[in-house]
């Protein structure tokens, strides 16, 4: 049943997104844009355009109409032919610089700052796990746990913060990058640090400055192709000349093979003649066909031909059936006879007729037959809780019998066995109040039978909890009636280090220097430097047992005060690394 309307010519825009691949540098890193595609439009469109991977930097070009040339999925603005390109750069293969994250410490690179234990003075640095280690005017920045490069910036521009040479290939292009963060108290735009990149004396981008907001790190980078170098010479200049302020932290120094590959599309735009058809039906006549296509409502749709230069309109009219629908409710034994149905049973019953427009309308019965029945219900309440539902109003367990007339009409007797719930209990949690924890993990296990929901202090939700430090751990186990809560105190035994602060080598008695501690086996060493008055280190080892007699390189030391630090951790510590740092003095 239908009708066809007059040819109508519409002109809608459509875009046609060819995808090209272009060579990249070389063939170890590809990125591509979606397959093409067509959208049709009467006005200019916003287009989400998104590519396959994710690099490490994006850069489409040109940028009219692009919400931002250098995110994965820019919206582009499209009112006529363009292309976009896409360059994707890949950082690979690992980072050439040695010690780029400081955690060796104070080698690997040069500077023209002075090495100080103390950073009052600008032009000094150091290798620090904190800010305020070195500078008690310096914010308490940290860095991922580890170590990083921190100091009190000079007042000469072009000075040389950070300096490496690293072995590169030519004719390759390369990122060179690293993360910084003010740790001055002063966030003046006038005060924050300045830097330049510059590899093999030329100047490597512009100036750029950190942001202001302390113990943020942010990454800064540039992009270098090496030529015909075969080796770089990197180096981070500081630009601002200010004394006050300019104090800043470096850590993990880059310098990465950057892998570049492209990708092209198209936006194309074109005419289009669309030819419009019109149907009329009824409503039981759905769902309606046409060509290839079904139609499971009335409506105005899209039909492509597959022919770029026509397609169709397909305009559906549904004439509407009259629907009756009845629902209705009888006691078992009983009939409905009514509306001319005559049946017993609950079901769905159907008559049709016909309207006045030739469509079917329909009466549908839907018959519910109530069932006399006896119910037993077992259920349970919470001590001092009160069972109110199904007509019930009881406080104790016990039986209870109810005897309901139903709405329709229909008798049920209900009767009703009522418990009451039982209190769980902890029955694995440790009883003690405290424990000294000589081995790892202490099972904390807090199952009790009947609780659906566990929480710690220490966040976690599950049953059983695996310590690994000492402190004071609680939890609260929930079940249907409210909840339960069980705590213990664990603790370390206790680890005493001590190194005196005088000793002299002529004598007898105290003529080394070295670390005193009970339990030396449960005691690993990381570091034991000692240096004198000028930062040199005269000493340095990992062994508890070791001490220094007051020499370097076979020679006597003078007497002074020198100043020693020591790394280290206990069977007890885990992976958290203790420091304990002093001075000690040489007596002859």
């Not at 690992?94 to 104070?106: I, K, R």
């Not at 066909?289 to 409506?299: E, I, L, R, V």
């Not at 929480?455 to 249907?480: C, F, K, M, Q």
Request: charged share 15%; glycine share 6%.
């Amino acid at each position: 049943m239908g009708s066809m309307k007059s040819f109508l010519k519409i002109i809608l825009v459509f875009i046609i997104f060819i995808s090209v691949k272009l060579q990249g540098q070389n063939d170890t890193c590809t990125i591509k844009i979606p397959d093409d595609t067509i959208i049709y439009s009467t006005t200019p469109i916003q287009y989400q355009l998104s590519t396959d991977q994710v690099a490490t930097y994006y850069r489409w070009k040109p940028s009219l109409g692009l919400s931002d040339t250098t995110i994965r999925n820019p919206i582009a603005t499209v009112s006529g032919t363009s292309q976009y390109i896409l360059e994707a750069m890949f950082e690979i293969d690992s980072n050439l610089v040695y010690n780029g994250d400081f955690e060796l410490g104070n080698v690997g690179f040069t500077t023209q700052l002075d090495f100080e234990s103390s950073l009052w003075s600008a032009g000094t640095y150091n290798i620090a796990t904190l800010g305020t280690r070195y500078h008690s005017g310096f914010m308490p920045c940290t860095h991922n746990g580890g170590r990083f490069f921190v100091a009190n910036g000079a007042s000469t521009a072009n000075l040389v913060v950070y300096q490496t040479n690293v072995p590169i290939q030519p004719n390759t292009d390369y990122i060179v990058s690293f993360e910084a963060t003010n740790v001055s108290s002063s966030t003046l735009q006038s005060e924050l640090p300045i830097f330049q990149f510059s590899i093999n004396s030329q100047q490597l981008g512009g100036n750029f400055t950190i942001k202001p907001t302390q113990c943020d790190w942010n990454k800064y980078y540039q992009i270098w192709n090496s030529g015909s170098n075969t080796t770089a010479d990197i180096k981070i200049l500081n630009q601002n000349t200010q004394a006050g302020g300019n104090d800043f932290c470096l850590d993990n120094v880059s310098f990465k093979k950057l892998c570049k590959a492209y990708d092209t599309i198209n936006i194309e735009l074109a005419d289009y003649i669309f030819d419009t058809l019109e149907f009329t039906i009824c409503e039981n006549e759905l769902p309606f066909s046409y060509g290839d296509n079904s139609y499971s409502a009335g409506g105005f749709y899209f039909y492509n031909t597959g022919d770029y230069s026509t397609s169709k309109y397909i305009r559906v009219d549904v004439l509407p059936s009259f629907n009756i629908n009845i629902n209705a409710e009888i006691c078992e034994g009983e009939i409905y006879s009514q509306n001319d149905f005559y049946c017993s049973n609950a079901g769905t019953y159907t008559q049709y007729l016909k309207s006045i427009n030739g469509c079917d309308s329909i009466v549908n019965l839907v018959l519910k037959v109530n069932p006399i029945y006896y119910d037993t219900i077992i259920d349970k309440i919470c001590p001092g809780g009160i069972y109110s539902k199904d007509g019930f109003n009881v406080n104790q367990r016990g039986v209870y019998t109810l005897e309901l007339k139903q709405n329709n009409g229909c008798d049920s007797i209900i009767t009703l066995i009522l418990n009451e719930y039982v209190v769980p209990i902890m029955e694995n949690f440790i009883l003690e109040d405290e424990i000294v924890a000589e081995d790892y993990p202490i099972v904390l296990d807090a199952t009790c039978e009947g609780c659906t929901k566990y929480l710690w202090n220490t966040r976690d939700t599950t049953p059983i909890l695996n310590v690994y430090y000492e402190g004071y751990y609680s939890v609260e186990a929930y079940y249907e009636c409210g909840v339960i809560k069980n705590n213990i105190n664990i603790i370390f035994p206790i680890i005493e280090i001590y190194l005196p602060n005088t000793f002299t080598p002529s004598q007898e008695s105290n003529s080394s220097f070295g670390i005193h501690a009970y339990n030396k086996d449960k005691i690993e060493i990381l570091s034991f430097i000692i240096f004198n008055r000028w930062g040199t280190k005269v000493f340095e080892s990992t062994n508890i047992n070791e001490v220094w007699y007051g020499k370097y390189k076979g020679k006597d030391c003078n007497s002074d005060t020198y100043i020693w630090q020591l790394l280290y951790k206990t069977k007890y510590s885990g992976n958290r690394i203790k420091e304990k740092v002093g001075e000690v003095n040489l007596i002859r």
